[in-house]
């Protein structure tokens, strides 16, 4: 748990050197969102290794992604559809579809987590996210462990509510949205 917490320490420290850094590259729109998934994506990292440089690794991935967000606008522009005769076999497989639904979900749990109010959320996030027990939550957040319990509980269910409603609006878009690619190629045979 204290490597997570340094890694989030590290994060806030350095937010503003990311967020000048990350600006040189992209336009201003996209600064804090490509500051938000340097943290998302050291996190993560961090979960599944120790990264002894921390400030190191998040200006690395935050040039990484800022880049890699140069280069997909670049390629939005400057590609058509018309003029390619099939699209690229990346594009068809499902570890591509796997990972964008994950990307998906995970979104959409930090959506459904903003929609708590403060206290809820941050005893919330401390359990879920930091792994944080009731009783360091409390002392922590100075509450007693009844209302931490009560404030979990109540996260947990307006998340899961908030997921599930918002996960089948997402579905039926999805649904709908591969019901009209799965045309294109006939559309584009008959032309």
């Known amino acids: 748990m204290t490597t997570k917490v340094n890694m989030t320490s590290t994060f806030v420290d350095i937010t503003k050197q990311l967020k000048?850094?990350?600006s040189r590259i992209v336009q201003p729109d996209d600064v804090d969102d490509i500051v938000q998934e340097t943290f998302i994506k050291s996190y993560e990292a961090d979960l599944k290794q120790d990264i002894q440089f921390r400030r190191s690794y998040m200006l690395k991935t935050a040039k990484h992604l800022a880049l890699n967000h140069i280069a997909k606008w670049d390629n939005k522009f400057s590609d058509s559809l018309e003029h390619d005769a099939e699209l690229p076999p990346l594009l068809k497989s499902s570890q591509l579809e796997d990972e964008y639904t994950s990307k998906e979900r995970f979104l959409l749990f930090c959506r459904a987590t903003d929609q708590l109010n403060s206290s809820i959320r941050k005893c919330f996030i401390f359990k879920k996210v930091y792994g944080m027990s009731q009783k360091e939550?409390?002392?922590h957040m100075q509450l007693?462990?009844?209302?931490v319990e009560k404030h979990i509980a109540k996260g947990l269910l307006q998340t899961m509510l908030y997921m599930k409603e918002h996960e089948q609006t997402y579905n039926q878009s999805v649904a709908s949205n591969s019901a009209r690619n799965s045309a294109l190629p006939i559309?584009?045979?008959?032309k």
């Not at 007693?144 to 209302?147: D, K, L």
Request: hydrophobic share 45%.
């Open 144 to 147: 007693c462990e009844s209302t």
């Open 187 to 190: 559309e584009r045979v008959a």
């Open 20 to 22: 000048r850094f990350v």
């Open 137 to 139: 939550i409390a002392q």
